[in-house]
């Protein structure tokens, strides 16, 4: 008689995450080469959704990253805040990593996101499933492909 074994796997998800602009920019133009956080997710993740804070308020990139690492772990010292985050030097104690970035050709502004979505800003993160209509519509427009590749 065979035992069945029954394996939980929890299917990495996506969140949407507030940057702001400067950080965006480094992520964008390969200078910064991880997302550091104080805190994250319950579930992994797959991707982060950057909704970029004001001045420029629009949700405008989607990032592919890799899985959480947590300080003391040390990572490579290729991107603006790595070397502070492996001495330890950094608030935030997870870093993910960029592995893929996507651009929206437009940038969703805030006042469409919250009138058509009822999105705000992220405090924290949020998981993108809250926001499925949001997720199809992002899906719909034309993006900016391959920014990084790593």
Same mark, same amino acid.
């Given at each position: 008689?065979?035992?069945?074994?029954?394996?939980?796997?929890?299917?990495?998800?996506?969140?949407?995450?507030?940057?702001?602009? *400067?950080?965006?920019?480094?992520?964008?133009?390969?200078?910064?080469?991880?997302?550091?956080?104080?805190?994250?997710? *319950?579930?992994?993740?797959?991707?982060?959704?950057?909704?970029?804070?004001?001045?420029?308020?629009?949700?405008?990139?989607?990032?592919?990253?890799?899985?959480?690492?947590?300080?003391?772990?040390?990572?490579?010292?290729?991107?603006?805040?790595?070397?502070?985050?492996?001495?330890?030097? *950094?608030?935030?104690?997870?870093?993910?990593?960029?592995?893929?970035?996507?651009?929206?050709?437009e940038g969703i502004p805030i006042s469409e996101l919250r009138s058509k979505f009822n999105f705000n800003s992220p405090q924290g993160f949020i998981y993108t499933d809250t926001f499925q209509e949001l997720v199809d519509?992002?899906?719909?427009?034309?993006?900016?492909?391959?920014?990084?590749?790593?």
């Amino acid at each position: 008689m065979s035992e069945q074994i029954r394996m939980d796997f929890i299917e990495p998800r996506d969140i949407f995450l507030s940057i702001r602009p *400067k950080f965006a920019e480094l992520i964008a133009s390969r200078e910064k080469t991880y997302e550091f956080r104080r805190y994250k997710p *319950k579930d992994p993740v797959k991707r982060i959704w950057l909704y970029v804070t004001s001045p420029v308020s629009e949700l405008k990139y989607i990032a592919e990253v890799g899985d959480v690492v947590e300080h003391p772990t040390q990572i490579p010292e290729d991107g603006i805040g790595n070397a502070d985050f492996n001495k330890g030097l *950094k608030v935030s104690k997870f870093g993910f990593p960029i592995i893929h970035l996507d651009e929206l050709v437009e940038g969703i502004p805030i006042s469409e996101l919250r009138s058509k979505f009822n999105f705000n800003s992220p405090q924290g993160f949020i998981y993108t499933d809250t926001f499925q209509e949001l997720v199809d519509y992002v899906k719909s427009r034309e993006m900016r492909l391959s920014l990084i590749h790593i």
